[in-house]
């Protein structure tokens, strides 16, 4: 049963913007961290940014400065903004939600950024 979705991927050229959104039901999102995470070709899935209910946020050193995460509780949705996107930052991009007794992953939604 799929709890966590993503939509918002698509191509764009460096330097360009895209958003991600991140729906689930108000329950989830009123309890857990919310987390997205990218995995490139051949490489491990890794941290982007996270996060908690009250919305503290931490980011990778990566996306510092380029990115920003907020979430909406009353709505159930996130949002992963991408700036100054670098053809590095090509990948699948997943949301995360999770918390004490629950980890719900989302099925990931391509990113790719033409140099």
């Known amino acids: 049963q799929v709890q966590v979705v993503e939509s918002g991927g698509g191509s764009v050229q460096a330097g360009g913007s895209l958003r991600l959104s991140c729906a689930a039901s108000?329950?989830?999102?009123?309890?857990?961290?919310i987390g997205w995470y990218r995995q490139a070709p051949g490489e491990s899935r890794e941290l982007v940014a996270h996060?908690?209910?009250?919305?503290?946020?931490i980011y990778s050193n990566s996306v510092k400065g380029r990115f920003a995460v907020t979430r909406d509780n009353a709505q159930g949705t996130a949002t992963l903004q991408m700036n100054s996107l670098k053809p590095e930052d090509t990948a699948v991009y997943y949301c995360?939600?999770?918390?004490?007794?629950?980890?719900?992953w989302g099925q990931g939604t391509q990113v790719t950024v033409s140099s």
């Open positions: 108000r329950s989830i999102f009123s309890a857990n961290v």
């Open positions: 996060i908690t209910v009250g919305g503290t946020t």
């Open positions: 995360r939600a999770f918390g004490t007794g629950f980890d719900s």
